[in-house]
């Protein structure tokens, strides 16, 4: 298993995956540069200064949602989805693992007890910021 991982339909980029044992040295942006939720991996040694700074004030326009979800504890699978609601493949995420959903669909079985944490523009629009459908069964996802 890859330490990070693309879930790809063709060539559209459905989601990114941070497993907990990647690292690098410094600062390795995983996100391209014009994502509207960038993502970086930090591995600094003791006694590194980081600037002290404010964020300026900088209109963006969001036209897609995309979040974070951070695994504290527990076993996830992920259901991947395209646009059209059609069932692509599933992954397992574990305790330490951060995965970023880019874009087409998405669903969640928990597998174990699970804490995580997510992250997502906002502010939250409700119902309008999600279509719901009948994603696939556990039955389903083990005879694929």
Not at 5 to 29: H, P, Q, S, T
Not at 47 to 70: P, S, Y
Request: net charge negative; proline share 2%.
């Amino acid at each position: 298993m890859s330490k990070l991982e693309e879930v790809r339909k063709k060539n559209r980029l459905l989601a990114m995956i941070i497993r907990n044992d990647y690292e690098c040295e410094g600062v390795d942006f995983i996100t391209p540069g014009e994502y509207s939720q960038q993502v970086a991996y930090m591995h600094h040694p003791t006694g590194k200064i980081i600037d002290a700074h404010v964020h300026n004030v900088v209109h963006r326009d969001v036209l897609m949602t995309q979040e974070v979800l951070f695994i504290k504890k527990g076993k996830l699978r992920v259901d991947f989805y395209d646009d059209y609601e059609d069932y692509l493949e599933s992954r397992v995420l574990n305790a330490g693992d951060l995965i970023l959903l880019v874009s087409g669909g998405h669903g969640f079985t928990v597998l174990e007890e699970i804490e995580m944490i997510e992250v997502k523009q906002g502010p939250y629009a409700g119902d309008q910021d999600k279509t719901r459908f009948k994603g696939i069964s556990d039955t389903e996802v083990a005879f694929r």
